[in-house]
């Protein structure tokens, strides 16, 4: 009985010490398995980081007033009480240029009117989107909300000379998509002071410095 069991002890040693082995060699397969997964997905990412650095890198969209003209003015000065009735709206033509080799998308917006630092003309436009190296062209009418200058005395003297000193701002904020991965924030905006002609009814000056953010 002994001689015939030590046959049958050995074989199943052998037996276990197989499977061990095998249970070794799929957990080190495993890990290579996982080492090498990981390696691919690390050279991945450094790839997509350097082409988002270098040929996809962020560049700032421009934002340029290409021309201000008046549509309509009205202009006359109540005496008795020296204050001025004022009707005034403006055209303003820009662009807005994308650099960029993605596209850009911004959210809605408003142009500004301003008189002293004070607001007093807002037009708003949509949300809209631009193409890699792509220029889109913007029409904005804005028009003066007469009631926020009733108490301005120095609106008087300015119509009396004959010049109205304005100043136009457009802002856009929105967003540059690398490789639908990478979502860089982008500002962009134009301030513009002009003088507006009383008698001309015309803008006699305009100086527009543009601005950009990343």
């Known amino acids: 009985m002994l001689a015939s069991e030590a046959p049958k002890t050995n074989a199943a040693m052998e037996t276990q010490s197989a499977a061990n082995g095998g ?18 997905l690390l050279l991945i990412f450094i790839t997509l980081l350097v ?3 270098t040929l996809f890198k962020p ?9 201000i003209s008046v549509e ?4 006359s000065i109540d005496a008795l009480n020296l204050k001025v009735i004022l009707n005034l709206t403006l055209h303003v033509d820009l662009t807005l240029k994308n650099p960029n080799r993605v596209g850009f998308s911004f959210g809605s917006s408003s142009a500004l009117l301003n008189y002293g630092g004070k607001l007093i ?9 631009i193409g890699p190296e792509k220029t889109l062209p913007m029409n904005v009418t804005l028009t003066l909300m007469a009631d926020r200058l009733l108490t301005d005395t120095k609106l008087v003297s300015d119509v009396m000379s004959g010049s109205i000193p304005v100043n136009t701002f457009v802002k856009v904020s929105g967003k540059v998509s690398v490789l639908n991965i990478f979502k860089i924030k ?9 003088v507006i002609s009383v008698s001309n009814r015309n803008v006699t000056s305009q100086d527009c410095k543009s601005s950009t953010k990343l």
């Open 186 to 194: 982008v500002e962009s905006s134009t301030s513009c002071d002009i």
């Open 72 to 75: 309509r003015l009205q202009a």
């Open 121 to 129: 003309g807002e037009a708003p436009f949509p949300a809209s989107q």
């Open 59 to 67: 560049k700032r969209p421009i934002t340029t007033v290409d021309s």
């Open 51 to 53: 082409l988002g650095l």
């Open 23 to 40: 249970k070794k060699r799929r957990k080190r397969n495993r890990k290579i398995c996982i080492c090498v997964t990981l390696l691919i």
